[in-house]
């Protein structure tokens, strides 16, 4: 039998996330007391920071691969919403005392071979991080970094009422694959199932739609709490309306099919998140520039609605959705918030 070996700490990092910095030279082989980041003249740093815990997150049963993959993904995706280029990212990681030390090395190992092949499918590498030991449940966290060409990002608050809204993709897929997931929505058939379940458990940053949209879109955010909420995140900054209809909102066949089959989870299409997709708003004069960029990425880029401007007297909502008879659909379930 072979002796266990107890992983300190730098051995950790040594052997589990130094290869994942190979190819950053900023990250200085993991091996100095910080990182350097370099971006071009004329440009900013786009920073954001994302904490993952056991629990709240994910779940301990939940795969070491999965959690790396959706973690780096998820947070990346944050750097799409800002129209910027994916730089580079650092991992905090706090690791339960109670887990024996071949539990540990298995899930790093697991876990550092999926973030690989992750950061390699985004383009960036590891550039530093922390490495402790916890009381408490696991919990990670991962901040990325992204560059711009100053003041060309893509904020939540430049919409303008005129402008047209837009989503990306299809919606609701990774709500309904959490389902999928969770044992329900048998009377799809398995393609369908597994297409719904991959959505949530691997989603894509639309990084490369980020970047086309600069000098295109007047405002963008990622899907990841509900297109409901995320658009109202775009109004309330903006301070403008927006009206939105049921009935052009992009699904894709096999939500449809969910749907059909139980017309009550419609609610979670426009409420639900994890999609990662992006929302955005653009001018009607965009709407040749945003039909090839669709093309030339394979994306749908559907419009759904338009923005208007707010009335700041009248208590009127900041978000409309039109059911596909042109009443009002009821928000209540507006999308998922922490608090
Ligand atoms: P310090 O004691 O100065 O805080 P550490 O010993 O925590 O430094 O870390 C040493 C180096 O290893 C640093 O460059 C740090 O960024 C890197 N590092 C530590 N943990 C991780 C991790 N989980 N992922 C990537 N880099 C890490
Ligand atoms: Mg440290």
């Known amino acids: 039998m072979k002796t266990p070996t107890i992983l300190g700490e730098f051995q950790i990092i040594e052997r589990f996330f130094a290869p994942l910095a190979a190819t950053a030279p900023g990250a200085l082989g ?3 007391d910080a990182a350097i980041v370099s ?6 740093v786009v920073v954001s920071t994302d904490t993952l815990i056991e629990g709240v997150h994910f779940l301990l049963q939940d795969s070491a691969a999965d959690i790396a993959a959706r973690g780096l993904a998820v947070a990346f995706s944050d750097i799409a919403a800002m129209g910027a280029e994916p730089l580079a990212y650092m991992l905090s990681l706090s690791l339960p ?3 024996a030390s071949e539990q540990r090395e298995r899930w790093l190992e697991s876990f550092s071979g999926e973030l690989r092949g992750e950061q390699q499918a985004i383009g960036v590498a590891l550039i530093g991080g922390d490495t402790v030991a916890t009381p408490g449940p696991l919990s990670l966290t991962l901040t990325v970094f992204g560059a711009v ?37 048998q009377e799809l ?12 458990r691997r989603p894509r940053p639309r990084l490369d739609l980020g970047l086309r949209l600069r000098g295109v879109a007047h405002a963008a955010a990622d899907v990841s709490d509900g297109l409901v909420a995320d658009l ?9 309306c927006a009206t939105i209809e049921m009935g052009r909102i992009p699904i894709s066949q096999a939500a449809l099919a969910a749907v059909r089959a139980e017309p009550a989870r419609r609610a979670r299409i426009f409420s639900g998140g994890d999609d990662y997709e992006l929302v955005f708003t653009a001018p009607l004069a965009a709407a040749d520039d945003i039909a090839r960029i669709g093309a030339e990425l394979g994306l749908a880029l559907t419009a759904i609605g338009r923005i208007a401007a707010r009335n700041s007297q009248a208590s009127e909502p900041r978000l409309r959705v039109l059911g596909e008879d042109g009443n009002e659909v009821s928000l209540s379930d507006g999308g998922y918030s922490h608090f």
């Open 149 to 185: 060409a100053t003041g060309c990002e893509l904020r939540r608050s430049g919409a303008r009422p005129g402008d047209v809204v837009y989503v990306s993709g299809s919606v609701g897929d990774a709500a309904l694959g959490l389902l999928v997931l969770k044992g329900d929505l």
């Open 189 to 200: 058939d398995d393609a369908q199932r597994q297409m719904l379940a991959v959505r949530f």
């Open 30 to 32: 993991l091996r100095d």
């Open 232 to 240: 109202d995140h775009i109004c309330e900054a903006s301070d403008v």
């Open 97 to 99: 005392q109670v887990w």
């Open 39 to 44: 971006v071009a003249p004329g440009c900013s």
